[in-house]
């Protein structure tokens, strides 16, 4: 399995970025993906989630109404749309999918660098 993501990069506070996370070796259409970040000294926290189907949906309270997580089955592919960027939103960027809707990601991709100035 290989999740690889893209997309990230500098942007000033207030603008937008799209990350993408191209999945294979796997059912992509069968898992759940996720949106993972990290800030340097900080835990890895959830961002969003999306089920197998695109019919269940949930964000973090931090990116709720500024960022937007979809996925295209047909190209095994998951997005996260990041508009109003913050410079609190600096961090690196993982995806992640799962098998089960309860339980663990157990696929991780190798994370792509966000960065927002102020």
């Known amino acids: 399995v290989q999740l690889l993501e893209s997309g990230g990069g500098l942007v000033q506070a207030g603008g937008s970025l799209r990350l993408s996370c191209a999945a294979s070796?796997?059912?992509?259409?069968?898992?759940?993906m996720g949106w993972f970040r990290q800030a340097p000294g900080k835990e890895r926290e959830f961002v969003a989630a999306i089920n197998w189907s695109g019919g269940r949906i949930v964000y973090a309270d931090s990116v709720k109404g500024r960022f937007t997580i979809s996925r295209d089955n047909a190209k095994s592919t998951v997005f996260l749309q990041m508009n109003s960027l913050k410079p609190e939103d600096t961090a690196v960027y993982y995806c992640?999918?799962?098998?089960?809707?309860?339980?663990?990601?157990?696929?991780w991709g190798q994370g792509t660098q966000v960065t927002v100035s102020s």
């Open positions: 070796g796997m059912s992509f259409s069968r898992n759940d």
């Open positions: 992640a999918a799962r098998k089960s809707s309860i339980g663990s990601y157990e696929f």
